[in-house]
């Protein structure tokens, strides 16, 4: 702490104005704790006895009684009231993918029995919904009458009409994305309940065949669902992406085979995109093949695979400014696509952007772009970037999680939390009082709806907090889900700046390299070049005026490059002018920060510092490779 005080007595007060967050990290671990939270706030049905989100009550408890099958339980999937099905089925598959990639992080934080029970309160649901082969129940309650009133859902007066589809009203993309949340979580409950992993593959199994059999778009035939969720993508993606799942979760060849046999016509290897969420869903069938490309499972395929891993970096480096047609951003940093809940393209890129961090780290590659290649590291840091931004690091310093930091919504679009709690007052709330009473009110939500992921900013960073304002105040469960992944996997290294970003994951079947005799450490200092084991990348990040001088912001990031430990790291730093931070020095030099003392295999380490000047002179004094 003297440290760190000490180094923010030496730097201008403007750097402690222009960039808050170069001083400290933000709380990953409360972060997700708080996300995960969200979910019990969203739960439909009959609660549990360790509901921990109190102001909640027993709701729908009646749903799909007229038809003759029980839909009690499942998600409400944001302000509403309805249970849409096809968002909420994505929103099950990014939470069990989440799970499924960083268990051990959400374990070490405490957090994975609660992200498990999140997941299992989603596939409970499914497996009520699926009560035959191809039969499918796909929401339940209407939009149109859900809007028409602003209720509790322990007080609704609206329809509960349950829509299914089935051979003769097929949908092939809300089958599809079922079953790939199936599989999924078959994965998450594998060890710790085998029994209902085989039961969920077995849905699974049933629900991809349905897809494939019957094809159609399910909203043409659960009509009511085009006004909310209407699949403009159409089908083919979700096939892909359930036969990825299955794959993944069964190891039966027959699911490998049907994604290079289909990946052309169904548009996984053609389809070049910039955006991936619960509609569009071929960046993450790309991202799923490009990762069994990695584990060398493509076999005779790898051709085809190798057309999936080509558009998967390609919209990689759409995220990082580095393709031939990057996405928009406001102007504070924020992944930008549409005015209407932006937030959930936000966390979704970025858990594709973590994750293929991961892959890439390691299988040892690294991304390419079309302005060349480029670290893996980057695309976590480009994650880490975003959460940070919408955690509070944004011209606005706010936070667009409810619940975390000081400054965040307090009028969120939500119809449980902008109503007083049927605990603390039981007197019923009618269709339409609800809206004249609460709806309208200017004052904050009687309920904090805590870690709920709202819409968030405009086009150019602006955001106005209030109720009426559904287009930037309103949360969804399929913003929170990937966002577990995200926090999980920042939340077990490091805060702030002095984080090692990649680490490297498991993976099946890893690239054999040929032993490399140990190095002598070298004693003069020598700058990396690309035959040395060690790597320095160096740019500018952010530049700002201040009377009339010109500051920059560079990062630094060292990739240990060999296949061997790296210690001992000495780095010799000349024409440095500003602070620095995730180094320590010691004498003339610059060591590892003092929570780390090695660099395993293919991971890398970055700093970052801050002066008036062109780049410092970073070079490689000493090391030991182990």
């Avoid at 349950?162 to 790939?180: C, F, Q, V």
Wanted: glycine content about 8%; hydrophobic content about 35%; proline content about 5%.
């Amino acid at each position: 702490m003297g440290r760190l005080m000490r180094l923010i007595s030496m730097a201008p007060l403007f750097l402690l104005l222009c960039l808050p967050f170069a001083f400290g990290g933000h709380d990953y671990n409360q972060a997700l704790s708080k996300s995960i939270l969200f979910f019990e706030a969203q739960r439909s049905g009959y609660l549990p006895h360790n509901q921990r989100v109190t102001w909640r009550a027993n709701s729908g408890l009646n749903d799909g009684k007229a038809s003759g099958v029980d839909l009690v339980g499942g998600y409400y999937d944001a302000g509403d009231n309805v249970k849409f099905g096809l968002p909420m089925a994505f929103t099950i598959t990014m939470m069990s993918w989440s799970i499924i990639e960083y268990r051990k992080q959400m374990a070490a934080n405490g957090e994975l029995g609660h992200a498990m029970d999140a997941v299992k309160w989603g596939t409970d649901y499914f497996i009520k919904a699926h009560p035959q082969p191809y039969v499918l129940y796909g929401e339940v309650g209407d939009g149109n009458s859900d809007h028409y009133c602003w209720q509790r859902p322990e007080d609704m007066t609206t329809d509960r009409r349950a829509y299914k589809i089935d051979p003769s009203n097929p949908g092939s993309d809300l089958a599809g994305e079922t079953a790939a949340a199936m599989a999924a979580a078959s994965i998450v409950f594998r060890r710790s309940n085998p029994a209902y992993s085989r039961e969920l593959l077995r849905h699974a199994y049933q629900l991809f065949e349905f897809a494939d059999k019957y094809r159609g778009k399910y909203d043409s035939s659960i009509t009511v669902a085009q006004k909310y969720y209407r699949s403009i993508s159409g089908y083919n993606d979700e096939l892909l992406w359930a036969a990825a799942w299955l794959y993944q979760a069964s190891n039966n060849k027959y699911y490998l085979n049907y994604l290079a046999k289909n990946g052309d016509s169904m548009g996984g290897t053609g389809w070049a995109m910039t955006e991936f969420g619960w509609d569009v869903k071929y960046a993450g069938v790309q991202t799923l093949v490009a990762k069994f490309l990695m584990q060398g499972k493509a076999g005779h395929h790898a051709p085809v695979f190798e057309k999936y891993r080509q558009k998967a970096e390609y919209f990689m480096c759409s995220l990082i400014g580095k393709g031939s047609r990057n996405i928009q951003k406001t102007p504070g940093g924020l992944i930008y696509r549409q005015r209407w809940n932006n937030m959930q393209f936000v966390t979704s890129a970025s858990f594709l952007a973590t994750v293929y961090s991961d892959y890439l780290t390691s299988y040892r590659g690294s991304l390419k772009c079309a302005s060349g290649n480029v670290v893996s590291s980057e695309l976590l840091s480009f994650a880490k970037s975003q959460v940070d931004y919408l955690l509070g690091d944004n011209p606005r310093a706010t936070s667009y999680m409810v619940g975390y930091g000081n400054n965040y919504p307090r009028q969120v679009h939500h119809r449980g939390s902008s109503i007083v709690s049927i605990k603390a007052n039981p007197k019923f709330v009618a269709c339409r009082q609800g809206y004249a009473t609460w709806y309208t009110r200017k004052a904050s939500d009687p309920n904090v709806l805590t870690g709920a992921l709202v819409g968030g900013p405009d086009a150019y960073d602006n955001f106005a907090d209030e109720r009426d304002n559904y287009e930037q105040t309103e949360p969804a469960t399929y913003n929170n889900a990937p966002l577990l992944g995200i926090l999980a996997r920042l939340a077990g290294g490091h805060g702030g700046y002095n984080q090692l970003l990649p680490v490297v994951a498991p993976v099946p079947n890893p690239v054999i390299a040929k032993p490399q005799p140990t190095l002598k450490p070298k004693r003069t200092p020598t700058p990396a070049s690309s035959s040395s084991p060690i790597t320095i990348n160096q740019k500018m990040t952010t530049s700002w005026n201040h009377k009339g001088k010109t500051y920059c912001r560079y990062s630094t990031v060292v990739t240990n490059k060999s296949y061997k430990t790296l210690k001992a790291l000495k780095l010799s730093i000349s024409k440095l002018y500003g602070p620095i931070w995730g180094l320590t020095k010691s004498g003339n030099s610059y060591g590892f920060p003092e929570w780390l003392n090695s660099l395993p295999a293919g991971t890398s380490l970055e700093f970052v510092y801050i002066h008036a000047a062109s780049p410092a002179d970073v070079s490689v004094s000493s090391y030991n490779l182990a």
